[in-house]
């Protein structure tokens, strides 16, 4: 393992842009390399670094830097520090335990892989305690203690074997710490690592009785016996394996009929929401976005529990998504990417809204990762649009849902912008950058408007996208210099009347 160097600005951020995987390396104190310290500045060069990564983020770490690896990618989870497509994946070996019951139902269990050697102790330094016949699915289900998360690959001189079922994993961990010898041992996990690609990881299913003829037995059976596990030495342990085998086949199945029963009932709840926001839309006379920000009504109320209910939906749809292995993943999103896009198109105004409504500024930047996600599905997926498929649109305008979901994040911005210049503390340098983010914000929505990819409702009378206009062209009249563009010249003639 090779010392970090703790400058952490000898890494360049073009350098980070160009690589399609970072590798983040963590050590902690040992007999030959000190401690690495963070301290605020270091944190703060650090957060700089990871906005700027475009590919895959790997984070590893060995032994207690295993732990803290763990940590470090949690806390890039949680804070939504990287951009949407670069999620970090964290391998850790001979790590020992750092999470609790918590983090073993977390959505976050995908990103992580431990690599364990049957001679590591250092994986068993905070094993709960306690002997007895196990039945790990059952009496080892309590919330107290450290607790194993993510997927556990264990080896031994005969092999490796992947688990991901927590209540073995710790079962076995404990067998592994009860035969250890005492001590710090140094094991080499890059020889380890070298071995598996001489060996298969399962090598067959030697022995293994009709008893284990259905597949999940089977497949388990035989991963412990790829690393030494048999049945002799799991009694041994007081470990009943075949009271093992049925409880994991009974959770696997209760998980299953509670999902398909969940995900019916929650699917059935979503459309009506969506259906009752549809209604709301159509009958918002001043503008959809502009009703619900205003909360004129006991309506506009209600509608915020739609909202509530729909995002949290289409979040555990998306974390869902992601936990997918890639190519299960991609054809899963195919077959749910009308419905996201609808969501997102339909519900996003409303976060907007009343993200706007509080006074708040600069939505984009603090825009909610699951929108991020949707919309870059989208655009994997959807081509230009050609000439017929303009002049299609064009004449299903007056229907549409305005296709970018940010638009009135924009708006609101313009207006913000209009009334910074307006304002007597304006100086220089704040008056020319936005001045600036007016012109694209003009370019920006023409393009939209000759893609008919607005819904007309933006020209209502008392909708923010109007005031804008008011507070835009009474900027323009006092001005020394002239300006025009298309989009003031579509305004002035009123073509807009014409639109949809």
Same mark, same amino acid.
């Given at each position: 393992?090779?010392?970090?160097?703790?400058?952490?600005?000898?890494?360049?951020?073009?350098?980070?842009?160009?690589?399609?995987?970072?590798?983040?390396?963590?050590?902690?104190?040992?007999?030959?390399?000190?401690?690495?310290?963070?301290?605020?500045?270091?944190?703060?060069?650090?957060?700089?670094?990871?906005?700027?990564?475009?590919?895959?983020?790997?984070?590893?770490?060995?032994?207690?830097?295993?732990?803290?690896?763990?940590?470090?990618?949690?806390?890039?989870?949680?804070?939504?520090?990287?951009?949407?497509?670069?999620?970090?994946?964290?391998?850790?070996?001979?790590?020992?335990?750092?999470?609790?019951? =918590?983090?073993?139902?977390?959505?976050?269990?995908?990103?992580?892989?431990?690599?364990?050697?049957?001679?590591?102790?250092?994986?068993?330094?905070?094993?709960?305690?306690?002997?007895?016949?196990?039945?790990?699915?059952?009496?080892?289900?309590?919330?107290?203690?450290?607790?194993?998360?993510?997927?556990?690959?264990?080896?031994?001189?005969?092999?490796?074997?992947?688990?991901?079922?927590?209540?073995?994993?710790?079962?076995?961990?404990?067998?592994?710490?009860?035969?250890?010898?005492?001590?710090?041992?140094?094991?080499?996990?890059?020889?380890?690592?070298?071995?598996?690609?001489?060996?298969?990881?399962?090598?067959?299913?030697?022995?293994?009785?009709?008893?284990?003829?259905?597949?999940?037995?089977?497949?388990?059976?035989?991963?412990?016996?790829?690393?030494?596990?048999?049945?002799?030495?799991?009694?041994?342990?007081?470990?009943?394996?075949?009271?093992?085998?049925?409880?994991?086949?009974?959770?696997?199945?209760?998980?299953?009929?509670?999902?398909?029963?969940?995900?019916?009932?929650?699917?059935?709840?979503?459309?009506?929401?969506?259906?009752?926001?549809?209604?709301?839309?159509?009958?918002?006379?001043?503008?959809?976005?502009?009703?619900?920000?205003?909360?004129?009504?006991?309506?506009?109320?209600?509608?915020?529990?739609?909202?509530?209910?729909?995002? =949290?939906?289409?979040?555990?749809?998306?974390?869902?998504?992601?936990?997918?292995?890639?190519?299960?993943?991609?054809?899963?999103?195919?077959?749910?990417?009308?419905?996201?896009?609808?969501?997102?198109?339909?519900?996003?105004?409303?976060?907007?809204?009343?993200?706007?409504?509080? =006074?708040?500024?600069?939505?984009?930047?603090?825009?909610?990762?699951?929108?991020?996600?949707?919309?870059?599905?989208?655009?994997?997926?959807?081509?230009?649009?050609?000439?017929?498929?303009?002049?299609?649109?064009?004449?299903?305008?007056?229907?549409?849902?305005?296709?970018?979901? +940010?638009?009135?994040?924009?708006?609101?911005?313009?207006?913000?912008?209009?009334?910074?210049?307006?304002?007597?503390? +304006?100086?220089?340098?704040?008056?020319?950058?936005?001045?600036?983010?007016?012109?694209?914000?003009?370019?920006?929505?023409?393009?939209?408007?000759?893609?008919?990819?607005?819904?007309?409702?933006?020209?209502?009378?008392?909708?923010?996208?109007?005031?804008?206009?008011?507070?835009?062209?009474?900027?323009?009249?006092?001005?020394?210099?002239?300006?025009?563009?298309?989009?003031?010249?579509?305004?002035?003639?009123?073509?807009?009347?014409?639109?949809?």
């Amino acid at each position: 393992m090779k010392q970090l160097d703790h400058e952490i600005s000898l890494i360049e951020s073009n350098y980070l842009k160009k690589k399609k995987t970072l590798h983040i390396s963590i050590c902690v104190a040992s007999s030959h390399y000190p401690l690495i310290g963070c301290d605020s500045t270091l944190n703060r060069k650090t957060v700089e670094l990871l906005t700027v990564i475009e590919g895959q983020l790997i984070i590893t770490g060995h032994s207690l830097g295993g732990a803290v690896a763990s940590l470090f990618t949690l806390c890039l989870l949680d804070e939504n520090l990287l951009k949407p497509k670069c999620r970090p994946f964290c391998i850790t070996f001979g790590s020992p335990l750092v999470g609790g019951f =918590g983090l073993q139902h977390s959505i976050w269990n995908s990103f992580f892989l431990h690599v364990v050697s049957n001679q590591d102790p250092v994986p068993g330094l905070f094993l709960p305690s306690g002997r007895g016949r196990s039945t790990p699915t059952s009496s080892h289900s309590q919330t107290t203690g450290y607790k194993p998360f993510g997927t556990y690959l264990l080896c031994s001189e005969l092999g490796c074997a992947c688990f991901d079922n927590p209540d073995l994993i710790l079962e076995l961990l404990k067998v592994i710490s009860s035969e250890v010898a005492g001590g710090l041992q140094d094991v080499d996990y890059g020889e380890i690592l070298r071995n598996l690609k001489e060996r298969a990881i399962c090598k067959g299913l030697p022995q293994v009785g009709e008893r284990f003829a259905n597949p999940f037995s089977a497949g388990i059976i035989m991963e412990l016996e790829t690393i030494g596990f048999n049945q002799t030495k799991l009694l041994q342990h007081n470990i009943d394996i075949e009271t093992v085998i049925s409880a994991m086949e009974a959770e696997a199945r209760n998980l299953t009929q509670k999902n398909k029963a969940s995900d019916a009932k929650k699917l059935n709840e979503i459309k009506i929401d969506m259906t009752r926001l549809e209604l709301y839309k159509k009958n918002s006379n001043m503008g959809y976005y502009d009703c619900f920000k205003n909360q004129g009504s006991k309506r506009d109320i209600h509608v915020e529990q739609f909202r509530v209910n729909l995002t =949290g939906y289409w979040e555990g749809m998306v974390a869902q998504i992601q936990r997918k292995p890639h190519k299960e993943g991609a054809t899963f999103r195919t077959r749910w990417l009308y419905a996201g896009t609808v969501y997102r198109r339909m519900v996003e105004p409303l976060d907007i809204a009343a993200f706007y409504r509080e =006074g708040r500024k600069d939505y984009m930047n603090k825009r909610s990762a699951h929108y991020k996600l949707l919309q870059e599905w989208y655009e994997e997926d959807v081509k230009p649009p050609s000439r017929d498929k303009l002049d299609s649109k064009k004449q299903k305008v007056s229907s549409i849902l305005t296709e970018d979901s +940010c638009f009135w994040a924009h708006v609101e911005e313009a207006i913000l912008s209009c009334e910074l210049l307006k304002s007597e503390n +304006c100086n220089l340098e704040e008056g020319k950058s936005s001045w600036d983010n007016l012109v694209k914000f003009e370019e920006y929505v023409m393009e939209q408007i000759d893609n008919y990819a607005v819904s007309p409702e933006i020209f209502l009378e008392k909708s923010s996208f109007m005031k804008w206009r008011g507070l835009y062209e009474g900027y323009i009249d006092t001005r020394s210099n002239s300006h025009s563009s298309p989009l003031i010249s579509f305004m002035k003639n009123r073509s807009y009347r014409q639109y949809g």
